[in-house]
């Protein structure tokens, strides 16, 4: 009995894991489409407001990896005292997609998707600092479960991922002095969620 129920568990993992990979795949593809359309309408008068360094450079642009982006909302937050994010992250169904230029494989920008009746529909694009930060940490570590992880009131933003000993670790994606935290740094997530509460409790703008 106890085999079969260990049977149907991972049948159960590795067809929730594959399904996860295709919607990913999915987004990529629809950001890759995106990306095409893009290109024809930058000119010599707007390319620089995409943060491209030419107009040509429209042209190379190209989808890379797509990442689940998962938010925490500012009450859950306040609440928080200690442990890991699962209590934290609401999934809001968003990806974030990496923008590569072909020819010299920088990441360049980030196109945003959100899942809408069983597609992915895209939501934005930007040459952002989460672009620049993303092109500067490890590239293994996007090969690890990793996803954004965001505090959209706060104007905050991780890479999150879980390492070898099955503990959640965040990686800082900004130079934040509030936070003390540089790019690339790692820490536990708890960390990095303990510094975020004192920042929770003194904000008074909008919940988000």
């Keep these: 009995m106890r085999k079969s129920i260990f049977i149907l568990f991972m049948a159960l993992a590795v067809t929730t894991g594959l399904e996860a990979q295709n919607n990913l795949d999915q987004a990529r593809q629809e950001a890759g489409t995106f990306l095409k359309s893009l290109a024809t309408s930058i000119t010599a008068d707007n390319y620089k407001m995409f943060g ?6 429209a042209s190379q642009l190209e989808a890379d990896q797509a990442f689940v982006s998962n938010i925490i909302p500012l009450d859950r937050l306040k609440k928080y005292d200690g442990g890991g994010d699962k209590n934290l992250l609401t999934n809001v169904n968003r990806v974030s997609c990496a923008v590569i230029n072909r020819q010299t494989q920088q990441t360049v920008g980030i196109v945003d998707l959100e899942r809408e009746k069983e597609r992915y529909v895209v939501k934005g694009y930007t040459s952002s600092d989460l672009s620049v930060a993303l092109g500067k940490i490890n590239k293994e570590l996007l090969k690890q479960n990793f996803s954004i992880v965001r505090v959209p009131a706060l ?3 991780f890479g999150s991922f879980t390492d070898a000993d099955n503990q ?4 800082s994606l900004q130079n934040n002095p509030n936070l003390r935290t540089e790019i690339g740094e790692i820490r536990p997530a708890e960390d990095f969620l303990k510094r975020l509460v004192p920042l929770a409790n003194e904000y008074n703008g909008l919940p988000w």
């Design 155 to 157: 104007n905050v933003y």
């Design 52 to 57: 491209l360094n030419s107009m040509e450079e």
């Design 168 to 171: 959640s670790k965040y990686i």
